[in-house]
């Protein structure tokens, strides 16, 4: 229970439209029910996840936002501490900890969940604890999704029925700071009118 009020919005996620024959197969065995390691794609996202809103579509999508885990001199496989919300083909943005200057913006070919690593084309240098965050406007978090959503449109509907799935958002109030997906201090610092314990 909470003593602060909750307060919540709509939104809206992007979902996917696997392809299907005429006699409604699945004919793409890419996807899967669940988020998969290194996909591009959301699958079902548990409560919890924390999210960004993409300014070019005004849809949510989990807020990738990270730090580096260690330093590294030429690489294109790099470890962050939190890789649950980046997804193949991501643009990501890496910055200087100690000066905040930008490092380098690359699109991820590669995201390890279980290990941790997002894979980019082109070596960059990185230090121990440069941020890591998505651009377009989905590396600031906006709210914490309050219950599960599934952007699976085979799992929806038809063919062509959906394009987004609307889901809830709390950014004010109370939250189970465990149960954050992707959770760290940079992501709690944009909600400065949430409380995590």
Known sequence: MSDLPVYQFSASVTAVNPRRNAHGTDTDVGYTVASGNGTSY?????AGTPLGVVAATGL?????????????????????DEAENFFIGDEVSFYDAAT??????????????????VTFTGAITVGDGDPVYLTGGAGVCVGVLLSEVNTFNKDLGPVGGYTNVACTVGWHGSFWGAKLV????????????ARFF
């Open 100 to 117: 905040g200057a930008l490092i380098a913006t690359k699109t991820l070919t590669g995201v390890d969940k279980t290990a941790k690593t």
């Open 182 to 193: 992707g959770g760290n201090a940079l992501i709690k610092a944009d909600l400065p009118a």
């Open 42 to 46: 959301f699958g079902r996202l548990p």
């Open 60 to 80: 949510a999508r989990p807020c990738g936002k990270s730090t580096v885990n260690g330093a590294l001199i030429g690489a294109t496989t790099i470890v962050v």
